[in-house]
């Protein structure tokens, strides 16, 4: 898998490991536990440094971040006239661990799961990840003395039970819920580890219930991870080839700062026709600067002849590329969605990394405006079933709504 292709991949749910005020309220404390808690070394920064980096992480997020109207609509919160109140709370950090839960905190006011700042433990991770690729934003002199790191891939100990990208618990699970009429698969990650050997077992599973009326694939949960996961599933089940358009917008000129961030095939938004530009928000024509069609195409494998029905279950908590497996699910007619609406932000271009100058700290951006295929922003109306129930998972199916519904339909 060459550079571009694994990186683009690297599409991933990841949150910081502890709990954080939300930065909405008026007045915010910030204590912090001892700088090694969280994976970084105390240098004991100057209020000046705090402000600088501050001020360089907020212009760079005002000129690249894409849902600054989307936050106003869906949470009320004005992110960029919030600067005073921000700066406040840098000003009032006595040491490094305080500014680095400050920062944190105010990334978490944009509500959206793919901007966060990374803490020892996710930049260790990701080192991990894109070696031997390389990286420069995580080889950043500073960043690296921040996350006390001095580049020994083999010396990284993660933590196995937060650990997304190299877990090895099962994803999968497969059973038959009414013998020789519906059977079930429960995907709880699109685990990049494990999409050879579940593919295997996918085969085999669906071989079994090929002459089956209906087949639910449960994804509640699910955070995402890679797309050939879900993709394999989607090749055993069609007959035919299915392909979805969608559209991405994108503002700024960080992209352009290092190749792994660019995006192929963009082009200005100058070159869209006046009557396609109409069809999307306002935002779209005011605030950003190029834009990509993507496409998402599924082959079938050839190797079974599903006819039964699939019924794909959703939650809040499908992301990124379990939210692509949901909208394209819905938009291509492969499945019939039971639950309640996703998580959204349905990426096709990597997700940009930026370190702060001063700190070294490590902030992970959403850098993509997604479109659905009815014009809507992705991440403000996600993707919204056919058949709306409690989505809360129950192990006893007979009490499961989401089930029940298949069932029923």
Known sequence: MDKKRFASKCVIFLTILFTLVACSNEEITITAEDASVY??????????????DFEYMYTLLEENYPFFEVNKRLH??????????????????????????????ILS?????????????VYKRFYKHFHPYEHEVLNYEKSMERYDFDGNVEK????????????????LETKVLIEDEVAYMKISSMSYNHIKEDYKKVEAFLKEVEDYDKLIIDIRGNTGGFDDYWKNIVGFLIDDTL?????????????????????????PLAELDGENLDKFPAEVKEDFDYYTKNIVMVQPWD???????????????VFSSAEKFASFAKDSGFATLIGEPTGGDRVFSEIPFAY???SGLIIRFSAELGINVDGTINMETKTIPHIEVDATPNEDFNKDKCIQAALED
């Not at 994976?39 to 600088?52: W, Y």
């Not at 009320?76 to 000003?91: A, C, G, H, R, S």
């Not at 006011?109 to 433990?121: A, K, R, S």
């Not at 990284?156 to 994803?171: A, G, M, Q, R, Y």
């Open 303 to 317: 190797v079974l002849d599903f006819k039964g029905k699939v019924y794909l279950l959703v939650d809040r908590y």
């Open 356 to 358: 702060l100058p001063n």
């Open 76 to 105: 009320n919160v004005d992110w960029l006239k919030n600067k005073k109140k921000y700066e406040n709370i840098i000003k009032n950090t006595k040491n490094d661990a305080e500014f680095f839960l400050a920062i944190d905190c």
């Open 243 to 267: 392909k979805v358009e969608y559209y991405s917008f994108y503002r700024g000129a960080y992209r352009d700062k290092y190749d792994l961030y660019a995006v192929p095939f963009s082009k």
């Open 39 to 52: 994976g970084i070394v105390e240098t004991n920064m100057s209020i000046e440094e705090k402000l600088e």
């Open 156 to 171: 990284i100990k993660l933590n196995p039970n937060s650990d997304f990208l190299t877990s090895h618990d099962e994803v």
């Open 109 to 121: 006011d944009l509500n959206n799961p793919h901007t966060h700042v990374f803490n020892g433990e």
